[in-house]
């Protein structure tokens, strides 16, 4: 054991004096240190009122008057363990822990390791109390004769009360520092504290707090972690040999790594054996055998955090470490939820679906390659429950840049672990579609959607948004033939850009501001408020893949909203339940107006829509819209089923990277649309998440198609079949619109 006396009990000056010289320095050091052991008596006695036995030492039952009770922290202190993360099918996502510990009792642990502890540490721990005089008595003799601090005296439960201390100390370098402090008064204290701590705990009870406390080296906490790190076994499970090298580690866990200096492991591990023999606790012919045996380590490398998760779930797991430090439930202040999560001996059951995260991790890495100059990322939610099912991106979790890892969840909200976000485009179309129903106005509500159209005056919740650029601010549709009247169905499968405008002025943009808020959108991904704008009903106020999926799993939901849910239950390693948040949903709108939603949005998907290409395979009812950003910088298709919703964002990590002449997963695209890009990714998702479903059909609405209009300009008097005589599919690209934040491009491919 490695000393932890203090100056007066052992001391090493003057060790290179001449012989002759030392034997009346070693008389007068005897005499010092044996008046040192009078003077801490005294003030232990005088101080403290400890009894003495016999002259010679402190019982272990005796009674302190004076003391008060031994803090329960030090009786059952709250010891860091790891904390597990499961999948929603019990499947192991990642161990997180700040130190590596599994506490266990008595019972649990093998009676080798019990055995070789103590006589290797305090072959006296069932004889004396919390100070063994006999031991400090030789201790100082010996410390004497040598001139060295060779051999310690601090007894088993000592170094239990300091190893507490240290514990308590947390990652606090001063405190940590502060607890192995080799004072008199640092002593005193752990002797005050050990001697009550002997009175209250049987000495068994003590021994178990000790072994799972004590540091084994290698990030081992505890005799478990231990044995799982060297041996890969349970403690229970351990030989005599196993159990005699992890009790040699304690006194030095640096020079005896068995890993990285196996020789002085095992010839520690033999003193041990020798010392076990010694006091009868086995026999002549185990301790022959035991010393024959080679190391034998069956070393497992620390798994610690998210880093280790499989298939992706990196991120996720990240995204619930951000839940349990900023959720309430988990503690009412950040350094109570920061305790809670440190001091871990946790299982996480999460909402994680390992069969759909990796749909969407095939899906996002089989379409855009992690060396290119563009990242994609998918969230999955379910409706009805708001629960996280997937969260994939191309990227893997991980600080090696050179491997084009990243820690950024592009997936969430910076305040979640994600980066600012990306505009979502015309995916916020039905956002305005939501807020207009809800006010009122019918499912065939018809504006003139020209070509292209100054943004009108509009009222927000405080006042009035006026055009006062000079030139004024003009938002264009995607070409010149693109000119309405539409009705609503129409305008959303070919996402004019228009008639959204004129809606948004009709019903005012503190309502779509108001429905966004109800959808789960308060802010936007970087946390900043949500600006009224025109160019709002474009897309232009940045958003996460979650936040989008959520939206679109509400609409798949007939309107109830549920904020993200990651947690489905936690336990404690007693099997205890731990609160965790309730599910948060509430109504954002009705079901006549999902109804609606639900029509306009399939119409996106069939015929001319801009999602026409993206049914799945089995020809199951969807519903979804594109979007792409200015300047193509970045690209979304979002889209459900009534089980499942999706957002697909492709684009550049940092949101800087224009998808013009672009060359992704192998194949150069002149640009990129939400259809052509992130669409593919989400039809391969669904289609593998949702195989061996059934199939299940969204509630629609009976909106009547607009009588056909005459064309004086067109040969045929009914057009192609859409108002106003134009093609269903647009012609070009349109030019980017200026407009307040950044407006955005038409999201069809030309």
């Not at 010289?21 to 005088?46: I, K, M």
């Not at 405190?175 to 001697?195: C, D, F, N, S």
């Not at 010392?275 to 497992?300: C, D, F, R, V, W």
């Not at 948004?504 to 949500?530: D, F, H, R, Y």
């Amino acid at each position: 054991m490695e000393s932890n006396l203090p100056p007066i009990w052992s001391s090493s000056e003057n060790a290179d004096l001449q012989p002759s010289r030392r034997a009346p320095l070693r008389l007068a050091r005897l005499g010092a240190t044996f008046l040192g052991v009078s003077v801490v008596s005294g003030v232990l006695l005088a101080g403290l009122a400890l009894p003495v036995a016999g002259g010679i030492g402190l019982t272990a039952k005796g009674t302190a008057e004076g003391f008060e009770d031994v803090p329960s922290d030090f009786k059952t202190p709250p010891l860091t363990q790891a904390t597990q993360v499961f999948d929603a099918k019990g499947g192991l996502i990642a161990k997180v822990y700040e130190r590596d510990r599994t506490v266990i009792t008595a019972e649990q642990m093998s009676p080798f390791m019990r055995q070789a502890q103590v006589d290797i540490e305090d072959a006296r721990f069932y004889e004396h109390g919390a100070v063994d005089l006999k031991g400090v008595l030789r201790a100082i003799s010996k410390n004497a004769e040598s001139g060295t601090a060779s051999q310690g005296a601090s007894t088993l439960t000592q170094q239990y009360v300091k190893n507490v201390n240290v514990e308590q100390a947390g990652d606090d370098r001063d405190a940590v520092l502060e607890a192995q402090r080799k004072t008199l008064g640092r002593k005193i204290q752990e002797l005050k504290v050990a001697i009550k701590l002997e009175e209250e705990l049987p000495k068994e009870q003590i021994l178990t707090n000790y072994l799972n406390i004590t540091y084994y080296g290698n990030g081992a906490y505890g005799v478990e972690a231990a044995s799982q790190r060297y041996f890969s076994k349970s403690n229970k499970d351990l030989t005599v040999a196993e159990a005699a090298t992890l009790a040699g580690l304690v006194q030095n866990p640096s020079q005896y790594d068995p890993k990285q200096h196996p020789q002085a492991a095992q010839n520690r591990r033999d003193t041990v054996i020798d010392k076990m023999l010694e006091n009868k606790h086995i026999t002549a012919e185990q301790a022959k055998e035991a010393k024959a045996s080679p190391l034998g380590l069956n070393y497992k490398a620390p798994q610690n955090g998210c880093i280790t998760a499989q298939a992706g779930m990196g991120f996720f797991c990240d995204y619930v470490r951000h839940v349990v430090k900023q959720d309430p439930a988990f503690g009412q202040s950040a350094d109570e939820r920061k305790k809670f999560w440190n001091q871990g001996g946790l299982n996480i059951y999460t909402t994680l679906d390992p069969d759909k995260q990796a749909a969407a991790q095939n899906a996002v890495s089989s379409n855009v390659r992690v060396t290119d100059s563009v990242s994609a990322a998918a969230s999955m939610v379910e409706p009805g429950t708001g629960k996280i099912l997937a969260m994939a991106q191309t990227r893997p979790y991980g600080l090696d840049t050179t491997q084009n890892q990243t820690v950024v969840n592009l997936n969430v909200d910076a305040a979640m672990g994600g980066g600012n976000g990306f505009q979502p485009g015309s995916t916020f179309k039905p956002v305005v579609a939501a807020a207009a129903l809800e006010a009122g106005l019918p499912a065939t509500q018809e504006y003139s959607s020209p070509n292209k159209l100054e943004y009108p005056t509009m009222k927000t919740c405080e006042g009035t948004w006026k055009n006062e650029g000079r030139p004024k601010t003009v938002v264009p549709n995607e070409s010149a033939s693109e000119k309405g009247p539409y009705q609503l169905k129409m305008a959303m499968a070919l996402s004019v850009n228009t008639y959204f405008v004129q809606m948004e002025q009709e019903i005012g943009l503190c309502a779509v501001k108001q429905m966004a808020n109800k959808l789960g959108i308060t802010t936007k991904a970087s946390g900043k408020p949500l600006e009224e704008v025109p160019a709002m009903a474009l897309g232009v106020e940045e958003m996460s893949p979650l936040t989008m999926a959520n939206v679109y799993a509400t609409f798949a939901a007939q309107g109830t909203h549920c904020a993200p849910v990651a947690i489905n239950r936690i336990t404690t390693v007693e099997g205890k339940d731990v609160p965790v948040p309730s599910p948060q949903c509430e109504k954002a709108f009705s079901e006549s107006t999902a109804r609606a939603l639900n029509t306009v949005l399939n119409g996106v998907t069939e015929n001319n829509g801009t999602g026409a290409a993206l049914n799945l395979d089995d020809n199951r009812q969807i519903a979804g819209k594109t979007g792409t950003s200015d300047r193509k910088r970045a690209a979304w298709f979002n889209g459900y089923t009534p089980q499942l919703a999706t957002a697909v964002w492709i684009g550049g990590p940092q949101g800087g990277v224009e998808m013009r002449n672009i060359t992704i997963n192998g194949k150069y695209r002149t640009e990129v649309f939400g259809a052509d890009g992130p669409g593919p990714i989400w039809r391969d998702a669904m289609n593998q998440a949702l195989r061996g479903t059934p199939k299940q059909s969204l509630p629609m609405a009976d909106i009547p198609d607009p009588a056909p209009r005459t064309d004086p300009t067109k040969t045929n008097p009914t057009g192609t079949g859409t108002p106003g005589g134009q093609a269903t599919a647009p012609a070009g690209p349109a030019t980017n619109p200026a407009g307040p934040g950044t407006a955005t491009e038409p999201d069809q491919q030309p």
